[in-house]
């Protein structure tokens, strides 16, 4: 089986910085994408930014400038570095990993972290 659990949510007031893992434990041998998606109560979940295996990243525009996606492959974990952050960062974000490979568990498939909760208020 594979888990994702997330760490690093938290409050934090606007302006500041908070930094995200999640961690995919399992026998797993390669993990084709990561990524963090956000969900607001009564709202569609959200991509927030997404990496590949080789690196390659995309964000979603509302925090281009401000957030970093980084992956260590070695260790099947993926970072979110949030800077300047907005009220409007509010959100419970959840980890993602995308096309799993590995032992015990069926090839390709998708999982889904439980969420952490982040909050931005004064």
């Known amino acids: 089986q594979v888990q994702l659990v997330e760490s690093g949510g938290g409050l934090v007031q606007p302006g500041g910085s908070l930094r995200l893992s999640c961690a995919a434990s399992?026998?797993?041998?390669?993990?084709?994408?990561m990524g963090w998606y956000r969900q607001v109560s009564g709202k569609q979940r959200e991509l927030v930014a997404a990496?590949?295996?080789?690196?390659?990243?995309n964000y979603a525009d509302s925090v281009k400038g401000r957030f970093t996606i980084s992956r260590d492959n070695a260790k099947n974990t993926v970072y979110l570095q949030m800077n300047s952050l907005k009220p409007e960062d509010t959100a419970v974000y959840y980890c993602?990993?995308?096309?799993?490979?590995?032992?015990?568990?069926?090839?390709?498939?998708?999982?889904w972290g439980k969420g952490t909760l982040v909050t931005v208020s004064s």
């Open positions: 993602n990993a995308v096309g799993v490979l590995g032992v015990g568990f069926p090839p390709g498939m998708d999982y």
């Open positions: 399992g026998s797993i041998f390669s993990i084709n994408a």
């Open positions: 990496i590949r295996s080789g690196g390659s990243t």
